[in-house]
């Protein structure tokens, strides 16, 4: 049997992720021989009945389960980056994908970082018990083999998303708003929301107005201010907090994304899928994945509104293009052999 760790999966892309992988797994002929752990946060997904246990997401009890059912398991597929907190003695692959993860070294003395330096700690300690990472794109791979965590042969780029959740929707390009661009996303530090926010302080300096769809919590009270005084000057900044982004996607022209630390970016890919035309930082995980129709330099606001102008004013540019591949069968087929 396949133990799937899911310990420590509860929201975001991690969770959207999960769910595709179990359901894609739910389909297979040999989805009894797969077992699943996972974290009490996480809402399961309903067609999952059996060969699953929640156990409190902590790592103490992590390490007593692993203890208790060494041996039960052929192989092992941890899917929250940290390996095995025991050496199982069977074929161990762990997905990799928080790049914050990779950068807390470099970063260790800065405040947002500390609990990310932690949990790599754990990375590090346990990092024998696990043959193989596997991640989305190259630049992680990078990012592992730099770190010292294994080389190359031992890291398996893997990408997988489902490539049919948005593909080929939405209104046709020239029926949508001519103006509304969209950041689905997170306030974590990491999005980049403060140089976003101010190039939309720069456009209304210069007397545009296009339309922001942000969608930030009441975890950042600083950048819910920010927009209610952009608003208050008259820029147009619509904060849905949490939405389902397929009306978004599916209904505006233009995805704007200046995060600048990303393991795989999903949402450059539902975007492009869904018609959008995207602007992006210029960084290495957004060519990952897709061609996008401009990018900008992500530390500077005014070249991302400059990029705005531009794309506004441009009605030829051309669309993305997704240069990844959903390679999710790939990956069962993997843990299955």
Same mark, same amino acid.
């Given at each position: 049997?396949?133990?799937?760790?899911?310990?420590?999966?509860?929201?975001?892309?991690?969770?959207?992720?999960?769910?595709?992988?179990?359901?894609?797994?739910?389909?297979?002929?040999?989805?009894?021989?797969?077992?699943? #752990?996972?974290?009490?946060?996480?809402?399961?997904?309903?067609?999952?009945?059996?060969?699953?246990?929640?156990?409190?997401?902590?790592?103490?009890?992590?390490?007593?389960?692993?203890?208790?059912?060494?041996?039960?398991?052929?192989?092992?597929?941890?899917?929250?980056?940290?390996?095995?907190?025991?050496? *199982? /003695?069977?074929?161990?692959?762990?997905?990799?994908?928080?790049?914050?993860?990779?950068?807390?070294?470099?970063?260790?003395?800065?405040? *947002?970082?500390?609990?990310?330096?932690?949990?790599?700690?754990?990375?590090?300690?346990?990092?024998?018990?696990?043959?193989?990472?596997?991640?989305?794109?190259?630049?992680?791979?990078?990012?592992?083999?730099?770190?010292?965590?294994?080389?190359?042969?031992?890291?398996?780029?893997?990408?997988?998303?489902?490539?049919?959740?948005?593909?080929?929707? %939405?209104?046709?390009?020239?029926?949508?708003?001519?103006?509304?661009?969209?950041?689905?996303?997170?306030?974590?530090?990491?999005?980049?929301?403060?140089?976003?926010?101010?190039?939309?302080?720069?456009?209304?300096?210069?007397?545009?107005?296009?339309? #922001?769809?942000?969608?930030?919590?009441?975890?950042?009270?600083?950048?819910?201010?920010?927009?209610?005084?952009?608003?208050?000057? /008259?820029?147009?900044?619509?904060?849905?907090?949490?939405?389902?982004?397929?009306?978004?996607?599916?209904?505006?022209?233009?995805?704007?994304?200046?995060?600048? *630390?990303? !393991?795989?970016?999903?949402?450059?890919?539902?975007?492009?899928?869904? %018609?959008?035309?995207?602007?992006? !930082?210029?960084?290495?995980?957004?060519?990952?994945?897709?061609?996008?129709?401009?990018?900008?330099?992500?530390? !500077?606001?005014?070249?991302?509104?400059?990029?705005?102008?531009?794309?506004?004013?441009?009605?030829?540019?051309?669309?993305?293009?997704?240069?990844?591949?959903?390679?999710?069968?790939?990956?069962?087929?993997? #843990?299955?052999?």
């Amino acid at each position: 049997m396949v133990l799937i760790d899911a310990l420590f999966i509860n929201k975001g892309g991690g969770a959207v992720l999960l769910q595709y992988l179990i359901e894609t797994i739910l389909k297979r002929p040999g989805r009894d021989n797969f077992f699943f #752990l996972l974290d009490p946060r996480f809402e399961r997904p309903a067609a999952l009945t059996t060969n699953y246990i929640v156990i409190p997401n902590k790592i103490s009890d992590r390490i007593k389960y692993y203890k208790k059912e060494k041996g039960r398991f052929s192989k092992v597929f941890c899917f929250a980056n940290i390996p095995p907190p025991v050496n *199982m /003695g069977v074929p161990v692959y762990t997905y990799m994908h928080n790049q914050k993860l990779l950068e807390a070294p470099k970063q260790k003395f800065k405040r *947002m970082f500390w609990g990310q330096y932690i949990k790599y700690l754990f990375i590090k300690m346990y990092n024998r018990n696990t043959g193989y990472y596997i991640v989305q794109t190259p630049h992680m791979v990078h990012q592992l083999v730099a770190l010292g965590l294994k080389d190359n042969a031992h890291c398996l780029t893997i990408p997988f998303y489902d490539n049919k959740k948005y593909a080929g929707g %939405g209104l046709p390009f020239d029926q949508r708003p001519a103006d509304e661009f969209v950041f689905i996303s997170n306030p974590s530090p990491q999005k980049n929301y403060p140089a976003l926010l101010d190039a939309w302080a720069y456009l209304l300096s210069q007397g545009k107005t296009p339309k #922001l769809h942000v969608t930030i919590d009441d975890t950042a009270p600083g950048f819910l201010e920010r927009v209610r005084q952009l608003n208050e000057q /008259g820029a147009r900044i619509v904060n849905h907090v949490y939405v389902d982004p397929r009306d978004l996607y599916f209904n505006c022209p233009y995805l704007i994304f200046p995060s600048i *630390m990303e !393991s795989f970016g999903l949402p450059l890919i539902e975007a492009a899928e869904s %018609g959008m035309k995207i602007l992006a !930082s210029d960084l290495e995980y957004v060519h990952d994945v897709v061609t996008p129709t401009l990018t900008f330099n992500q530390a !500077s606001p005014v070249a991302i509104a400059q990029a705005v102008e531009q794309i506004m004013a441009s009605k030829n540019l051309p669309f993305p293009r997704v240069v990844t591949a959903n390679r999710v069968e790939e990956l069962v087929d993997l #843990l299955e052999s």
